[in-house]
DNA sequence: TGTACATCAGTGAACGCGCGTTCACTGATGTAC
DNA sequence: TGTACATCAGTGAACGCGCGTTCACTGATGTAC
């Protein structure tokens, strides 16, 4: 749906790199444009007439979903090998850490990307089903992280009367099962409250919230990430 | 310079209703919308010509800071006013219970005036200095319960071995005078972590980040709520 | 192996649209004497 | 109190612009026999 199909061999392959650069040079234009992405400055600055760009998406809301499924996916990519790139896979602060620090230097790397998957909805757009996987990868990381950190008795035991009212017991128990963790829900419930602060922190800094305010933002980032391991509960 | 004066008194009265008017009908228009907002598009509503409406506005982008000034204010006022109203000044945790409920009703009612000021900058738009004023209104109400909550020793100590960098501590320290909390360092830095997951998770709601995978919304939202307080250390 | 035909990428013109902003203007409303 | 003048709100035409999308077309590249 998103990207017209061809059998052919070479020309699968030139056209397989044609949208590939279509999508590198939106990428581009998002970046210093924000999301208002016009089919036909990319058209331009590939030098092509705008209608041939037709070929390859069916209309603009195609290549935004292009585009949107790419960010997913190269921010679940890079959790994920921040995640793997932590040799002792039993320093599970040390992978929180890690992964959570790739989230936010891919985001501020990218920050126009990270808009279009965490920011303000494009107004007119819906995003498709095809969509959700790709979004759902970089909290499969997390999902890791706790499982492990469970399993390997490093997580102190979640307060058992903080009140959890049965609908959203089953929901969070629902993400468990989801997102591989198959932890308990208490312990769940606090992963998804770091989560959302991190997630947080990162629209502060990139949305300019604490612009004039705080400086020392790798510090304060770390310092977010140390509150919130130590709000789960992880040990050293 | 945002809107132009006029000195007599009935024609300013009606100049001023003028204005309001213009606003309203932008508000709504962003409201279905998104920050696309159109000039022409808003005086076509109000059954004038588009020029007119340079009698109000300098252009589009001064309209546009009315109502991020405004939309800062109302949310500051919402959040004054959910904490003035819980009558028992000493109920802490009630009163954080209070504004922040409050904050998220006030973004899930207008999402897209929420959006205007917490979501993702529009792309061309620079916001003047005269939004920084109403943007800190709202964390004031922060500084206050934390500020009431320390000195009625109703926050348990923060970890003093928690590592607060230098450059940070100052800036933290900072923020704690500016907002009138007059609080120690790391209870601040905790109030602000809280207060970033706070508006992570308005941001992840409203943004659509957890549809289809939590309905309980009120519940949930009480759960982080309820986690954050914990975090700060309020008791009951 | 060579030829006839089908597929495909890219063209260029056109459609109909909406936008922000400027400018000279008309009347109505207020102000000063 | 009445008149002359200045201020102001709103008009209507125009500027120059960019946009997404459709459509009939031209060549070049691949495929089947």
Same mark, same amino acid.
């Given at each position: 749906?998103?990207?017209?199909?061809?059998a052919g061999s070479i020309r699968a392959r030139v056209r397989a790199e044609m949208i590939e650069e279509i999508k590198a040079v939106a990428r581009r234009q998002i970046a210093t444009e924000g999301a208002a992405l016009s089919l036909r400055a990319v058209s331009r600055e590939?030098?092509?007439?705008?209608?041939?760009?037709? =070929?390859?998406? *069916?209309?603009?809301? *195609?290549?935004?979903?292009?585009?949107?499924?790419?960010?997913?996916?190269?921010?679940?990519?890079?959790?994920?090998?921040?995640?793997?790139? /932590?040799?002792? =896979?039993?320093?599970?602060?040390? &992978?929180? &850490?890690? /992964?959570?620090?790739?989230? &936010?230097?891919?985001?501020?790397?990218?920050?126009? #990307? @990270?808009?279009?998957? @965490?920011?303000? $909805?494009?107004?007119?757009?819906?995003?498709?089903?095809?969509?959700?996987?790709?979004?759902? =990868? $970089?909290?499969? /990381?997390?999902?890791?992280?706790?499982?492990?950190?469970?399993?390997?008795?490093?997580?102190?035991?979640?307060?058992?009367?903080?009140?959890?009212?049965?609908?959203?017991?089953?929901?969070?128990?629902?993400?468990?099962?989801?997102?591989?963790?198959?932890?308990?829900?208490?312990?769940?419930?606090?992963?998804?409250?770091?989560?959302?602060?991190?997630?947080?922190?990162?629209?502060?800094?990139?949305?300019?919230?604490?612009?004039?305010?705080?400086?020392? =933002?790798? *510090?304060?980032?770390? @310092?977010? /990430?140390?509150?919130?391991? #130590?709000?789960?509960?992880?040990?050293?």
């Open positions: 749906m998103a990207v017209k199909k061809t590939l030098g092509m007439v705008s209608s041939a760009l037709y =070929r390859y998406f *069916d209309n603009r809301d *195609d290549l935004l979903t292009a585009l949107i499924i790419d960010a997913y996916n190269a921010l679940g990519e890079a959790a994920e090998s921040a995640d793997a790139a /932590v040799a002792d =896979r039993s320093d599970l602060l040390g &992978r929180w &850490r890690a /992964v959570t620090t790739a989230l &936010r230097a891919w985001s501020l790397d990218r920050p126009h #990307e @990270y808009a279009l998957i @965490y920011g303000s $909805p494009v107004p007119g757009y819906a995003a498709p089903e095809d969509t959700v996987p790709p979004a759902t =990868r $970089p909290v499969l /990381v997390l999902g890791a992280i706790l499982a492990d950190a469970k399993a390997a008795g490093r997580l102190v035991e979640a307060d058992p009367d903080t009140p959890v009212p049965d609908a959203l017991r089953a929901e969070i128990a629902g993400i468990a099962d989801l997102i591989g963790a198959g932890v308990d829900v208490p312990t769940m419930a606090r992963g998804l409250v770091a989560w959302t602060q991190i997630f947080g922190a990162i629209n502060f800094e990139l949305f300019g919230r604490i612009d004039n305010t705080i400086d020392a =933002r790798d *510090d304060w980032f770390a @310092y977010q /990430v140390r509150a919130m391991a #130590e709000f789960i509960g992880l040990r050293d």
